[in-house]
């Protein structure tokens, strides 16, 4: 079956502009999960999703990132006024359930903040 | 509070010889230890999980890693590496309750040598 995707794979703005990136789970996975990889850095958990209601949200920096999931299955990641410092590949990751103890990463998508 | 140290970034090997990553990870609680590998150009994808009973983990294409408790330890090994073995690893552990969302050390780059 298909994995988890994400879109764009790639996405290079201006520092200050508004940016959005997709995640698509795997159907039925309720668990979801976005982490940033910087260079040379593993990934870092950034928010969890259980269902519609982000259930952890401690890992975004500050309040320039904001996460939904209106539905239970796509989210969204948005920053806003984004700076050089939020360039990263940002990946997205759903399990089944909240302690299925394995998750399914998708490609990411490279964000370059000019 | 958890952490990940993943020593070695990066280990060059001769095909057919043996390799080992290190993975060492502090925490105040119980965990899950993972392992996941990245190969060029293709998402992460899971090699390995210790959860409970057997301390030995081993993986379908000839990886194997042990938990080792008194040395808050998970490396991996494999007797005898392949060229198709050159990805990035990384070791990840979560708690065993909550959001069970991952830290991930820095990655060890194997590399092999034909």
């Known amino acids: 079956g298909a994995g988890v995707s994400q879109t764009p794979s790639n996405k290079v703005t201006e520092k200050g502009k508004y940016v959005e990136l997709r995640c698509d789970p795997i159907?039925?996975?309720?668990?979801l999960y976005w982490y940033r990889q910087s260079l040379g850095q593993g990934p870092e958990f950034l928010i969890y999703f259980q269902g519609t209601g982000a259930a952890d949200d401690s890992g975004l920096p500050n309040d320039r990132f904001f996460a939904v999931r209106p539905e239970g299955s796509v989210s969204t990641l948005k920053i806003q006024r984004t700076e050089r410092g939020d360039s990263a590949v940002y990946l997205c990751?759903?399990?089944?359930?909240?302690?299925?103890?394995?998750?399914?990463f998708g490609p990411g998508t490279r964000l370059t903040v000019l | 509070a958890q952490s990940v140290t993943q020593l070695d970034s990066q280990v060059p090997v001769f095909e057919e010889a043996p390799v080992e990553l290190r993975c060492n990870y502090s925490s105040s609680v119980s965990v899950y230890l993972f392992w996941y590998v990245q190969y060029p150009n293709q998402g992460l994808q899971l090699l390995l999980k210790y959860l409970s009973g057997s301390t030995l983990v081993e993986s379908i294409n000839g990886f194997e890693a042990e938990f080792n408790k008194s040395q808050t330890s998970f490396h991996l090994r494999k007797p005898s590496v392949h060229i198709s073995d050159t990805a990035e690893y990384f070791c990840a552990v979560s708690g065993t309750s909550g959001t069970y969302k991952y830290i991930f050390g820095t990655g060890t780059r194997l590399k092999v040598l034909a």
């Open positions: 159907s039925g996975h309720t668990a």
């Open positions: 990751a759903s399990s089944f359930y909240q302690g299925a103890h394995e998750q399914f």
